[in-house]
């Protein structure tokens, strides 16, 4: 069955320190890869989207990897500060759908300390 | 701002007794979608409209329904809320072809006693 794997439930470093998430996926050929930040309580929040072609893609402090080999990508935010803490969700969409129908991963919480 | 919003933040209902939360959206997406999320978990896809096309996951109970009256709003109807029911439910919308995201709303946080 299909299955979306992030690292750790909980990844804790200092502030300004690169963190760096996973995501690893089986059984499914994903069109697209999407990560997303989600605060306690609220909906997730779009922040980067990388197509199967591409390998790498950046914005502002964030970098996003995608190695469809390895059935894995790589979430980098570089120079952390407290405010990047939240949980980070990486999600899958397959190409075939009449609707862009993705599929999440459980995330990872992600604490900066001052 | 163009935005997907969902009424109420916080409900509590009874046992069994029917609930209905609603979701709009200002953004003209063809497509929304209801998805469930418990804590710690990842949000789990119930059902999704692409325009008045009706789609149900395979393993969505039949305990929940949907209605998209028209491109605006969209509800999600619980007929006999269970304890397993009480969850994070999220509304979210996207636009197929485009290189966005879903743009999912804050959440109506359901609690059956």
């Known amino acids: 069955s299909q299955k979306i794997e992030q690292n750790s439930e909980a990844l804790n470093i200092q502030e300004g320190k690169t963190a760096t998430l996973t995501c690893n996926y089986t059984?499914?050929?994903?069109?697209?890869l999407q990560w997303y930040r989600q605060d306690p309580g609220r909906g997730p929040v779009f922040l980067l989207l990388i197509r199967e072609n591409e390998k790498e893609k950046r914005k502002e402090r964030l970098k996003v990897t995608f190695d469809t080999t390895l059935k894995q990508s790589l979430f980098h935010i570089t120079a952390s500060q407290p405010a990047d803490s939240a949980t980070y969700l990486c999600?899958?969409?397959?190409?075939?759908?009449?609707?862009?129908?993705?599929?999440f991963g459980s995330g990872t919480r992600l604490s900066i300390r001052p | 701002d163009a935005m997907v919003i969902q009424n109420p933040r916080y409900q509590v209902t009874q046992f069994g007794k029917p609930v209905t939360l609603s979701c709009s959206q200002t953004l003209n997406h063809n497509v929304m979608y209801w998805y469930q999320q418990k804590s710690s978990q990842a949000p789990k896809l119930l059902f999704h409209y692409y325009d008045k096309d009706f789609n149900n996951e395979a393993d969505t109970p039949d305990n929940f329904q949907s209605r998209r009256p028209n491109t605006s709003f969209c509800f999600l109807d619980i007929r006999s809320p269970g304890l397993g029911d009480a969850a994070m439910y999220l509304c979210?919308?996207?636009?197929?072809?485009?290189?966005?995201?879903?743009?999912f709303g804050s959440g109506t946080r359901l609690t059956v006693v």
């Open positions: 999600a899958l969409l397959g190409g075939s759908s009449s609707a862009s129908k993705i599929i």
């Open positions: 059984n499914y050929s994903p069109a697209y």
């Open positions: 979210a919308t996207s636009s197929p072809g485009t290189s966005y995201g879903y743009t």
